[in-house]
């Protein structure tokens, strides 16, 4: 900052940056107070789990629950508030008592205490939120909050809040499916991401630099698919791009028309779905398109149809590496919105929490 004008960006590249010291800084907390353990005696583990939240939050709940699924077998879904307030029947009905997690940085979005209230009072259903903030209005509907404070940022666009309560609700997961070993591998992740995210800011800086995109594409499956829609939503909130996201394989149904060499494709590769996965990228890079690849790691083929390629090399199983996927598209929008000559920490239009009038 210089005596009276901040610096564009300031405030999210250090949130983006501290994501490895932040999730230590997290799990530290949630075992202060053993919040995982309490967690899991207040709340008997149920046959169905529904993680709620807006934005950004709702595409932590589309990460967390597949590693839901994966990590207790129960069957866990993702809805956004504005679903479950508009549409309740939909989201209730069918299921068997299903048990809500309210996913909000803030714990002040209008529809996540819409939704909190519509399960506690009307539906007369205990609810748990995770937050990175405390007194806030969510924790007083919820029967019970899961804090993870060194998460909470001063910028609008959420990077490490997602990767941390991300983090959170995989160990609280990890808990209630006794997976100790995977508990365990997730608490490796801060030190072996560091390694991954060292080289990337200087080597995105350089291509972007180098590069101009008409169109933004992220690719995921399965525990990804959550991942992509946030790497697809900071390009557009920090760089007023237009970004777009599916399911991997779901690109040949018709969005792969819009291949180019002026639209970058990223694809976040999975392991479970590797093969599958590549032959798409195989096709997109046959096409034209300018190809950005997160992969744990890379084989022959894979190296030879990225642009630019990204491996993380963790020595973790799949899903405890999932929040790493993340920093390449934090870091493309960061350096993509500064190209543009826009400041990062205030993107347009946009407020770091959506608060509605009573009458919405
Ligand atoms: C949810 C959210 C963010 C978005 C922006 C507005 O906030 O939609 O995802 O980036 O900050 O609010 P929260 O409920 O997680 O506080």
């Not at 501290?18 to 202060?32: G, I, T, V």
């Not at 590693?67 to 956004?80: D, E």
């Not at 060194?150 to 609700?169: I, K």
């Amino acid at each position: 900052m210089t005596a009276d004008k901040p610096i564009p960006g300031a405030h999210t590249q250090a949130e983006i940056l501290s994501q490895p010291w932040c999730w230590r800084e997290c799990f530290q907390a949630l075992d202060e107070k053993d919040q995982l353990g309490q967690t899991c005696i207040r709340f008997p583990a149920r046959a169905d789990w529904l993680f709620v939240g807006c934005g950004t939050s709702y595409y932590i709940a589309l990460a967390a629950a597949a590693s839901w699924t994966h990590l207790t077998g129960m069957r866990a879904r993702a809805v956004p508030a504005s679903d479950l307030i508009l549409f309740p029947h939909l989201v209730l009905s069918g299921s068997s008592l299903c048990q809500p997690v309210l996913i909000s940085r803030s714990g002040h979005t209008s529809e996540v205490l819409k939704a909190a209230e519509y399960l506690e009072v009307k539906s007369n259903i205990r609810t748990l939120a995770i937050s990175c903030a405390t007194h806030q209005p969510l924790e007083e509907i919820c029967t019970a909050t899961l804090y993870l404070l060194p998460a909470d940022e001063q910028s609008t666009v959420m990077t490490r809040s997602f990767s941390s309560m991300l983090l959170g609700l995989q160990a609280l997961a990890a808990a209630y499916g006794h997976q100790a070993s995977f508990a365990e591998a997730l608490r490796g992740l801060p030190n072996q991401a560091q390694a991954a995210l060292d080289p990337l800011p200087a080597r995105l800086q350089d291509f972007v630099q180098a590069n101009e995109f008409a169109d933004y594409v992220f690719l995921g499956q399965g525990p990804l698919f959550g991942l992509a829609n946030e790497c697809m939503l900071k390009v557009k909130e920090m760089s007023r791009s237009y970004a777009q996201c599916f399911h991997t394989l779901e690109f040949r149904h018709g969005p792969k028309a819009i291949v180019s060499p002026e639209t970058l494709i990223t694809f976040l590769l999975s392991e479970t779905g590797f093969e599958a996965e590549t032959e798409v990228l195989e096709e997109v890079k046959g096409l034209g398109g300018t190809t950005l690849v997160v992969t744990n790691q890379a084989d022959v083929a894979v190296r030879s149809a990225a642009d630019f390629p990204v491996e993380l090399n963790l020595d973790l199983p799949e899903y405890a590496r999932l929040a790493a996927f993340v920093f390449a598209g934090q870091l493309l929008g960061y350096f993509t919105g500064l190209k543009k000559g826009y400041d990062p920490d205030r993107p347009r239009h946009l407020s770091r929490v959506v608060i509605l009038n009573d009458k919405d």
